[in-house]
Nanobody, 115 residues
């Protein structure tokens, strides 16, 4: 089955930047949409950014202008770059992938923005 593995989480100071990577592996034919969601304690999981196979992107208002999502040429990985991080960006970030069969989720990587 398809697995999504995230990396790049950790502690970042306010105003800093981060880069999260997600690599898909397994029985992959084609992934149409990939992206990132996040969930903070006591809150629902929310969209951060997604990108389609055609390169169309969608960003949450909370990160618009501060985040960039991209994919590699093989479309088997997705990258999230964020700048000007705020404490409210602290959350577990989950990689997301979607093909014609089902949705896939990574295990999540913790991002903590604190001084």
């Amino acid at each position: 089955q398809v697995q999504l593995v995230e990396s790049g989480g950790g502690l970042v100071q306010p105003g800093g930047s981060l880069e999260l990577s997600c690599v898909a592996s397994g029985s992959i034919f084609s992934i149409n949409v990939m992206g990132w969601y996040r969930q903070a304690p006591g809150k629902e999981r929310e969209l951060v950014a997604t990108i389609t196979g055609g390169g169309a992107t969608n960003y949450a208002d909370s990160v618009k202008g501060r985040a960039t999502v991209s994919r590699d040429s093989a479309k088997n990985s997705v990258l999230l770059q964020m700048i000007s991080l705020k404490p409210e960006d602290s959350a577990v970030y989950y990689c997301y992938g979607e093909d014609l069969i089902e949705d896939y989720w990574g295990q999540g990587t913790q991002v903590t923005v604190s001084s």
